[in-house]
């Protein structure tokens, strides 16, 4: 069965402090992900990253950044905390299955999560 | 890039009823149509996809039907437990490696 390892499960920053999220899979997967949950938004994707030191933006991007040094970890970092990212985040990993464009089709295997409120 | 519309935001039914979610999408290209399940305070889990040489797909009690002309899907579910209680969401593929998410339906079921 796939794990995907989250650090923390609760984490409390200030405001402009630098905040690291860590991320840990352990199927050897190709694909990690980094989404962020709020009521009524859904899951937004804030960076991916197909391949060690590989990353591209998602969705929302802006305030976050990410670092890829081994397959296996994926580390969301935000740079200066802001109230606005008090949020869920969930890390997710999944096999890379070549496709067409649009037709993606590997199962996203998602960690438990990391409730970040930042004061 | 990939719009995925779901609706309703929550659903109340009574436990044996059927509950049914539609998902829109806007891309007419994509073809891989999964669906979410998260329960309270867990991580969102895959409980069934469906891909578009199909118009329907089921397992046990839960369905995923697809409408490729209309570009909508739709997840079912019969007979419905209270452990079917649980926020869905449905996705999309974007380009190569992603998924978007509909913003989730919150199923509540009493018995």
């Known amino acids: 069965d796939v794990k995907v390892t989250q650090s923390s499960r609760y984490l409390v920053k200030r405001t402009g402090e630098k905040v690291f999220l860590e991320c840990v899979q352990d199927?050897?997967?190709?694909?990690m992900f980094w989404y962020r949950q709020d009521p009524g938004l859904g899951l937004r994707l804030i960076y991916f990253?197909?391949?060690?030191?590989?990353?591209e933006k998602g969705d929302i991007p802006e305030g976050y950044s990410v670092s890829r040094e081994k397959k296996e970890r994926f580390s969301l970092i935000l740079e200066s905390a802001s109230t606005n990212q008090t949020s869920m985040y969930l890390c997710?990993?999944?096999?890379?299955?070549?496709?067409?464009?649009?037709?993606?089709?590997?199962?996203?295997?998602f960690g438990n999560g990391t409730r970040l409120t930042v004061t | 890039g990939e719009n995925v519309e779901q609706h309703p935001s929550t659903l109340s039914v009574q436990e044996g009823d059927s509950a049914v979610i539609k998902c829109t999408y806007s891309?007419?290209?994509?073809?891989?149509f999964p669906w979410y399940k998260q329960e309270l305070g867990k991580r969102p889990q895959l409980i069934i996809d469906?891909?578009?040489?199909?118009g329907e797909k089921k397992d046990q009690r839960i369905a995923v039907t697809l409408n490729k002309t209309a570009k909508h899907f739709s997840l079912h579910i019969t007979e419905t437990q209270p452990e079917d209680s649980a926020v869905y969401f449905c996705?999309?593929?974007?380009?190569?490696?992603?998924?978007?998410f509909g913003k989730g339906t919150m199923l509540l079921v009493s018995p």
């Open positions: 990253s197909y391949d060690v030191k590989m990353k």
């Open positions: 891309d007419s290209a994509s073809n891989y």
């Open positions: 997710a990993s999944s096999l890379e299955v070549r496709s067409l464009p649009n037709s993606y089709n590997s199962p996203l295997h």
């Open positions: 199927m050897d997967h190709e694909n």
């Open positions: 469906i891909r578009s040489n199909v």
């Open positions: 996705a999309a593929p974007t380009g190569y490696s992603t998924l978007t």
